[in-house]
Nanobody
Framework: QVQLVESGGGLVQAGGSLRLSCAAS????????MGWYRQAPGKQRELVASITSAGLTNYADSVQGRFAISRDNAKKTVFLQMNSLKPEDTAVYYC???????????????????WGQGTQVSVSS
């Protein structure tokens, strides 16, 4: 079994910064692309940023230049540094991994589209 656990959310004033972390647990030997998504009340979940296992990044236009995604493959952790936060960044932020390969006993297994439980980010004006 594998699990993604986010941390680092909270309440911040506009213009402030937060750093989110997402740690994968389990007997994992490979994680493909990891990403951060967010969902605001009454809106669909949207991609914020993603990073491949090789370190290639992709950002939503709305966060380009303000947010930075990074990962530590050895620690199986992905980060999202959020700067110059705006009230419209308020949402629940979710970590995602599109493919995780792990050991279960003597077998290798694959799980697809794994999600964390989410962490609330609130930005006050």
């Amino acid at each position: 079994q594998v699990q993604l656990v986010e941390s680092g959310g909270g309440l911040v004033q506009a213009g402030g910064s937060l750093r989110l972390s997402c740690a994968a647990s389990g007997n994992i030997f490979f994680i493909n692309t990891m990403g951060w998504y967010r969902q605001a009340p009454g809106k669909q979940r949207e991609l914020v940023a993603s990073i491949t296992s090789a370190g290639l990044t992709n950002y939503a236009d709305s966060v380009q230049g303000r947010f930075a995604i990074s990962r530590d493959n050895a620690k199986k952790t992905v980060f999202l540094q959020m700067n110059s936060l705006k009230p419209e960044d308020t949402a629940v932020y979710y970590c995602n991994a599109d493919q995780i390969r792990y050991y279960e006993g003597s077998r290798t297994k694959l799980t697809l589209d794994e999600w964390g439980q989410g962490t609330q980010v609130s930005v006050s004006s």
